[in-house]
Each structure stands twice: as C-alpha cells, then as structure tokens.
T-cell receptor, first 114, second 114 residues
Framework: KAGVTQTPRYLIKTRGQQVTLSCSPISGHRSVSWYQQTPGQGLQFLFEYFSETQRNKGNFPGRFSGRQFSNSRSEMNVSTLELGDSALYLC?????????????FGPGTRLTVT | AQSVTQLDSHVSVSEGTPVLLRCNYSSSYSPSLFWYVQHPNKGLQLLLKYTSAATLVKGINGFEAEFKKSETSFHLTKPSAHMSDAAEYFCVVSDLDSGYALNFGKGTSLLVTP
C-alpha cells in the first residue's frame, strides 16, 4: 500500500505571496491532518479534515487554510506569506477519527520564504 | 489541558549500550501516547503507541516504552543502541481535550557513538 505523498517536496516563495501544498493520504484513509515543524516552535498542529469537513483546528492565523476533496486528497494554503512561515509542513492520514487511530506521516514539504 | 515534556534535549550513548529517552505528560483524560522518530530530512515514523491496553508497549526496531500512570511518564528504552538509531525522537500525547490531534514534545536528539 502506498504511503502518504506530498507535493511539492521543496518550495521557495517570496514574502507576500501565497502557496498551496498538496497531500494524498494512504488509500482508504479518510482523515488528513497538517502539522508545521520549525526549529523554534517544534511540531504544531494546524488542522484536520475528515469527509471534506474541517473537524479540528490548531492555533494558527486565518492565513492558513485547507480543504479536502471527495477522494480524501487535501490541500493547504498559506496566503500573504511571512518569513516566519518557513518550515517543514507535514501531512498525516489515518483511517478514522477518534482515539487509537494512529497517524501516518508523509515526507513533508519544505517551504522557504525569502 | 494536556502537555508533554521530554526531559532531555540531547542524549548521547555508545553503540551497544542501553538507550533511555524520558517523557512526562499531563492529561485530564485517558490519553493515547506515542513515540515517533524522525531521521534527517525524512518524515515521521511511528515507533510505538499506548492506547489503554498493556502498559508495556513494544515497538519496532527493539524499542519499548512503559506507561506509568502514577508517575505520568512514558519513557522510551532500547537494550542495545545501533548506529542507525541516531535520530530525533518525539513523545506525543493525544486525548479528547485536543480532539485527538497530536501534541508533540520538543524532541530528543539521540547521538550514537562508535
């Protein structure tokens, strides 16, 4: 079974631009979560989607948004990029919501904002 | 509210000696606890998980962890370190309070010397 895939793997953007990252979950998984990893803040939860609906949200500004499609693929968008948005963005999928459903991570998208 | 604290930011061991990575947590609910590993420039891989079953949890690559409710700890151990174990290790807590999103510790960098 193929793992979680993320595209692109690397991205360089300029401050003020917007960016869209894509995530394809493991086949059959209906939940997709996004996390941001930075040296200063560590790994932080952005949001989780299940059946095309946002089910949970972390403490990030509204510039960070996402969506999920009917095939469970998800996209994350960051508008008006800031230097501090430079990070590794990780996507994770799991079969269902709730306790006990472990999350499987993709390799991440490395975003650099200049 | 939940939180997770990894007590050591760096641990150095010699190849063939035991590994101990320490983790304390707090949770108002019955938590799920996880250990993930991240090798350089790679995504996160699940080592093991605790979800209210046996308190001693065995994972991949010879790692295990013991859930101690009275001490609110979930330390990761391995009897004999291998060079390939050098990586960043994350202790993670998940419970109803976070909507079962993963709350990551700051990470412990494991160095294995020959």
């Amino acid at each position: 079974k193929a793992g979680v895939t993320q595209t692109p793997r690397y991205l360089i953007k300029t401050r003020g631009q917007q960016v869209t990252l894509s995530c394809s979950p493991i086949s059959g998984h209906r939940s997709v979560s996004w996390y941001q990893q930075t040296p200063g803040q560590g790994l932080q939860f952005l949001f989780e989607y299940f059946s095309e609906t946002q089910r949970n949200k972390g403490n990030f500004p509204g510039r960070f948004s996402g969506r999920q499609f009917s095939n469970s693929r998800s996209e994350m968008n960051v508008s008006t990029l800031e230097l501090g948005d430079s990070a590794l963005y990780l996507c994770a999928s799991r079969g269902n919501l709730g306790q006990g459903y472990e999350q499987y991570f993709g390799p991440g998208t490395r975003l650099t904002v200049t | 509210a939940q939180s997770v604290t990894q007590l050591d930011s760096h641990v150095s061991v010699s190849e063939g000696t035991p590994v101990l990575l320490r983790c304390n947590y707090s949770s108002s609910y019955s938590p799920s606890l996880f250990w993930y590993v991240q090798h350089p420039n790679k995504g996160l891989q699940l080592l093991l998980k605790y979800t209210s079953a046996a308190t001693l949890v065995k994972g991949i690559n010879g790692f295990e962890a013991e859930f101690k409710k009275s001490e609110t700890s979930f330390h990761l151990t391995k009897p004999s370190a291998h060079m390939s174990d050098a990586a960043e290790y994350f202790c993670v807590v998940s419970d109803l309070d976070s909507g079962y999103a993963l709350n990551f510790g700051k990470g412990t960098s494991l160095l294995v010397t020959p």
